[in-house]
């Protein structure tokens, strides 16, 4: 663990395009652009079936069938089945992010528009309000949180995940596993290890925090027995 | 179509080893989560430090895990057993929060009836607590075995045997039929395990109506997802 920890403390590692900032830029970077995709596809879906109540065996199968299917293989038979992939690693690494980080969006986005008291929404429409309106003023706010914690599952999977997938020679803190591989370096893979899984957790307090902080001022007060019972926001804790 | 007869004994001899890979992080999860969920469902301040070691270990990745392991317990970088623990600490982080639900969901009047019909502590866990909340564990051990399963391939990044060496080396004879054959040779073994799992399941709880079962698995689906 010294080892690590030295190999991190040494100024030298700090600087370049091979540095640790660079590194942890591009790792930012991939898992950034990863979540905005996603985000927009799974967010528009899953409110869309929590609102009308369609739709939901396609989550539960999606996430279940997903469940098996080996990461690793997916994006080196993408990067390798077309030609493009290995050229640019950042394609595949994209698609096999996406498509990772879609389910657990889709299911926090799902079950907090599910999670809204049908009361509440039979209130505003007798109010006056439109579908619309219903959708983004009323169920969208209170099924925050929730999204926020499907957020923070696909997070923290996109960031593992794109630690392996530096092994199609793309940016990110996984190079540092894989550069050092080769070499017998374990000083150096320890402190790729360290450095992911910091990155983990620091990134998993801030969605913690995220949450917390989107939760309507009028459902803190009712929250310890509401919010303890819906699935995704279980695995947040 | 052809490279598959031909190297199908290796083929297999790969999908044995990624089996026997496969089976001590599930089964020992299993072994170390069910005591450990008891414990959290039975004592408060438990359950709040297990939940959150579970979840913190959880945010860790798994490839970090791996390789950080040989520093942890002392042992060689490409020893199996780094992966077999770095994925057993995976299946208790996901199973001990499964337990500690399962034992929260059997009714306390039905302790209680067991008790006043004369049953002592450890004859009530075996015969009454342990079976009702069975099969809210079994539906646990299969996201579990799905994700471990699915995880081992993560071995071959680090010079490990198993499916995912397919992976790595249909990568470097860029050879993509290799891949495919390691994809869905890991679902494959992912599918047989799950089927198994449900068999045994049946065996044991044969009363147990799949209704309220469903109904959990798919809150279970919706909530755990494979994190590599």
Known sequence: MLDGLNWLLDPAHWSGSRGIPTRLLEHLAITGLTLLIAGVIALAAGLAIGHTRRGRGLVVGLSGALRAMPTLGLLVFIAVQFGFGVRLAIIPT??????????????????????VDPAT???????????????????????????????????????????????????????????ALPLRDYPQMLAGAILVAALALILDLLFLLVGKAVLPAGVRATRGTRRSKTPTERTAA | MSWLFENFSDVWALAVTHVALSVPPILLGLIISVPLGWFAHRYRWGRGTLLTIAGLLYTIPSLALIIAMPTILGTQILDPINLIAALTLYAVALLVRTAAD??????????????ALGYGPWRRFWQVQFPLAAPIIIAGTRVVSSS????????ALVGMSGLGYLFTDGTQRSFPFEIGVGIVGTVLIALIFDLIIVLIGKALLPW???RRVRAKTNAETLEVTTNA
């Open chain 2, 148 to 155: 471990t399963v699915s995880l081992v391939t993560l071995g």
């Open chain 1, 121 to 179: 929404v039979d209130a505003s429409r007798a109010l006056g309000l439109t579908e619309w309106q219903i959708l983004w003023r009323v169920e969208f706010p209170l099924a925050l949180p929730l999204i926020v914690g499907g957020l923070r599952s696909a997070m923290l999977q996109v960031v593992a995940t794109a630690t392996v997938a530096a092994y199609i020679s793309l940016g990110g803190l996984g190079r540092f596993l894989f550069d």
């Open chain 2, 102 to 115: 399962a034992f929260d969901q059997v009714s306390p009047q039905v302790l209680d009836a067991a008790t």
């Open chain 1, 94 to 115: 994209l698609i096999v992010l996406v498509v990772l980080a879609i389910p657990p969006i889709l299911a926090g986005a799902y079950a907090g528009v599910e999670s």
């Open chain 2, 208 to 210: 147990s109506r799949t």
